[in-house]
């Protein structure tokens, strides 16, 4: 179990059901992207950025019906990737926040551990 899950879960043992954790849009397209053939990544890439800059959580649930329909001809294991915590993603669409904190929050809360890509080319923060 990762640092961040840790964190997480022991945010879940205090505060319970009293809280919710955004999950990053950026990392939650990049995985679904990630299943698909290299042909179709960008187009899907900016369908789901258009999701994501949605001013409401009904529209951003709609577009995100119609992805899914899409990727369901695909790949299936990109579904699956879209399916896992997808509505946490959506957390400050249903809290009416996205316009006040949208830029800040769209990535994780808490920062991931480096992946060896990002370790091996220098890419972590200082």
């Given at each position: 179990?990762?640092?961040v899950l840790r964190i997480v879960k022991a945010?879940?043992?205090?505060f319970g059901n009293k809280v919710l954790i955004q999950r990053s849009q950026w990392h939650k397209r990049d995985n679904v992207v990630g299943y698909l053939p290299k042909s179709v990544q960008t187009s899907m890439r900016?369908?789901?950025?258009?999701?994501?800059?949605?001013?409401?959580?009904?529209k951003a649930k709609e577009k995100?019906?119609?992805i899914r329909k899409q990727l369901e001809?695909?790949?299936q294991s990109a579904v699956s990737s879209l399916d896992e915590?997808?509505?946490k993603t959506l957390?400050?669409?249903?809290?009416g926040l996205l316009q006040e904190s949208g830029v800040s929050f769209r990535t994780t809360i808490?920062?991931?551990?480096?992946?060896?890509?990002?370790?091996?080319?220098?890419?972590?923060?200082?």
């Open positions: 179990m990762n640092y945010i879940y043992e205090v900016q369908k789901l950025q258009e999701v994501y800059q949605e001013s409401t959580y009904e995100l019906a119609k001809l695909i790949n915590g997808m509505e957390i400050l669409h249903c809290l808490f920062t991931r551990a480096p992946t060896k890509f990002q370790l091996k080319n220098g890419l972590t923060s200082q």
